[in-house]
């Protein structure tokens, strides 16, 4: 089973919908992350959350919001959809200076499509 | 602000050749150097990384080499093979908070 799972894996909605992305991990990490991938942009951190009472915004969280229900879970929301935030959205997960590094372990991605 | 510039977009290399990407940064307080591998469909992986503490990190076919005081580092792939074609992302950062490269896409062929 995959260790950081993302629901849904493909949404087309329209605009002004609310919508939910949700991700959810087991390799018991306390930090999770919110990023959005667009082509020639690279990723983009949304939000971004250390521990189940810390919610920090990143670069660009205008029009998003975020729940982190349990250490496990992290969920994004767009309350109202707009075209512009049809893109390809990834939740990732780390785990303070485990190892020699921090690596950030990323789920398979939610691609959503917003007309 | 622009805290991370990868370059070049895009690279196309022979089978056996060497491939080089690039990365700069800004913040000084970057502490951890990394670089992911992203194939079409799947999320980014962790590559290969280096902290500040040394100047080149090796693993297998890949090398990291990092120039601290021209805040560089960038990412060699020896005897590159048609299985690496992908996109490399650069993501220096510091205290769990991460920068991402725009991506270079890697076309290695036959």
């Known amino acids: 089973d995959a260790d950081v799972t993302q629901t849904p894996r493909n949404r087309i909605t329209k605009t002004g919908k609310r919508i939910m992305l949700e991700c959810s991990q087991t390799?018991?990490?306390?930090?999770m992350y919110w990023y959005r991938q667009d082509p020639g942009l690279g990723l983009r951190l949304i939000y971004y959350s250390f521990d189940v009472k810390d919610i920090n915004k990143g670069e660009i969280s205008d029009g998003y919001s975020v729940s982190r229900q349990a250490q496990a879970k992290f969920s994004l929301s767009l309350e109202s959809a707009i075209p512009n935030q049809t893109a390809l959205y990834f939740c990732a997960t780390s785990d303070y200076l485990s190892g020699d590094h921090n690596e950030q372990f990323f789920g398979p991605g939610t691609r959503l499509t917003v007309l | 602000q622009q805290q991370v510039k990868q370059s070049p977009q895009s690279l196309i290399v022979q089978k056996g050749g060497i491939s080089i990407i690039n990365c700069a940064y800004e913040?000084?307080?970057?502490?951890?150097f990394p670089w992911y591998q992203q194939f079409p469909g799947k999320g980014p992986a962790l590559l290969i990384a280096?902290?500040?503490?040394?100047s080149e990190k090796k693993e297998g076919r890949f090398t990291i080499s990092f120039n601290k005081s021209a805040k560089q580092f960038s990412l060699h792939i020896m005897d590159s093979q048609p299985g690496d074609s992908a996109t490399y992302f650069c993501a220096p950062g510091n205290f769990n908070k991460f920068y991402f490269g725009s991506g270079t896409k890697l076309n290695v062929k036959p």
């Open positions: 390799k018991g990490h306390d930090r």
């Open positions: 280096i902290r500040p503490d040394v």
């Open positions: 913040n000084t307080a970057f502490d951890y």
